[in-house]
């Protein structure tokens, strides 16, 4: 009985072997490349890593990832035999990526230990910029460094200036004028005329375009976007537009400490509503409760909504101190899909917090027919 039971265990633990060794088996013939020092202008990168299965069953990839800045171009899609090589290409672009590198590849396969870890590394020698890099935006043969000048922050009694270089890669001379231009913007360029590139040159005339902001003719609140025309010798183009953006603010640097004591206060019983889910098509309305907790008269100038809301002004704009009142919003789903997270700002005189965000958050579902 004894000699029957070690036979037995004996193969038991055959059995167990033999299994143990019939599975696949990763062996890398490296897991890292180094490139080395490369330049940018050289282009994209290629690294090839090949693998032989040792294991005694097929070998399949079931998953390749990259890391960011670096893609998973190919890799062997068919079944590798026991004995046999198969391999994983990793590309790096170098493209405005300057200095070192260190990426890595996750391979996912139906061995044992299912997860093999590549890496790429090497350092990117940056190209020397030239024009196009410093003058990105391109009307015809007119190059400018931005096509939207920002202000960000205004005052509503402030006027501000900024300018934006400009460049003629043409080699013929360019005139510049400009159409579309509102009572609150003025806009120049000097030279008028930016002569034509010569011969020998990388590029024509340079010049710079002045634009002046005028907030209290403006007579707005809050994000406002202008675009002017761009009139290249005579020839309008609707693609040739400059956008200029601003938010304009209310100004209570010269209000005293009394006076700040005295002033409005907007508060809101709540500042984000949860619609929870609805089918694509439907409405959701919810009012926005708040109060003036100030001393003196809450002056609501301007109630904004994001794309897919509505948001009616509240019965009066001048609110009392003490007084209640609110702000209806409607969600339209229609067209919508998925999470959705859209805004109203709405802007008083409240000197703590002139402008305040409500959010209206929630889950459209696609209806199916």
Not at 44 to 57: E, I, K, V, Y
Not at 157 to 184: K, R, S
Request: a neutral charge; hydrophobic letters at 35%; one cysteine or more.
């Amino acid at each position: 009985m004894k000699r029957i039971g070690l036979l037995f265990t004996g193969i038991i633990l055959a059995i167990f072997v033999i299994a143990q060794t019939q599975e696949p088996a990763i062996s890398w013939d490296e897991t890292v490349h180094n490139f080395g020092t490369f330049k940018e202008e050289a282009g994209p990168q290629l690294a090839t890593f090949t693998f032989t299965n040792t294991g005694n069953t097929p070998l399949y990839i079931t998953n390749v990832r990259a890391s960011c800045g670096c893609t998973a171009t190919d890799y062997t899609k068919e079944p590798v035999k026991p004995g046999e090589k198969g391999f994983v290409k990793a590309t790096y672009n170098p493209k405005n990526r300057p200095g070192k590198f260190n990426k890595s590849v996750t391979v996912t396969t139906n061995t044992e230990n299912p997860t093999s870890l590549l890496r790429i590394e090497g350092e990117v020698t940056p190209r020397e910029k030239g024009i196009e890099d410093y003058y990105p935006k391109e009307f015809g043969e007119l190059r400018l460094k931005t096509s939207h000048l920002a202000f960000n922050k205004v005052y509503n009694n402030q006027t501000v200036t900024d300018t934006l270089g400009v460049i003629n890669m043409g080699a013929e001379p360019i005139t510049l004028t400009f159409e579309d231009v509102p009572e609150h913007i003025k806009i120049s360029v000097s030279p008028a005329v930016l002569d034509g590139k010569k011969a020998d040159a990388k590029h024509g005339g340079m010049g710079v375009i002045t634009v002046t902001y005028d907030a209290s003719k403006k007579k707005d609140w809050g994000f406002i976007m202008d675009r002017i025309s761009v009139v290249i010798n005579g020839v309008k183009d609707n693609k040739n537009r400059i956008s200029i953006s601003a938010t304009i603010e209310e100004d209570f640097s010269h209000l005293s400490e009394e006076e700040l004591a005295k002033a409005p206060k907007i508060e809101f019983e709540n500042i984000e509503f949860d619609f929870g889910t609805m089918k694509q098509g439907e409405k959701s309305t919810h009012n926005f409760e708040f109060v003036n907790t100030g001393k003196s008269d809450l002056v609501i100038r301007k109630i904004k909504a994001s794309c897919g809301c509505t948001a009616t002004n509240p019965e009066k704009m001048v609110i009392k101190p003490g007084e209640k009142s609110h702000i209806t919003v409607t969600f339209n789903s229609a067209g919508k899909r998925g999470r959705q997270n859209k805004t109203i700002t709405v802007i008083t005189n409240d000197p703590q917090q002139s402008s305040v965000v409500l959010k209206v958050v929630g889950n459209v579902e696609e209806t199916t027919n």
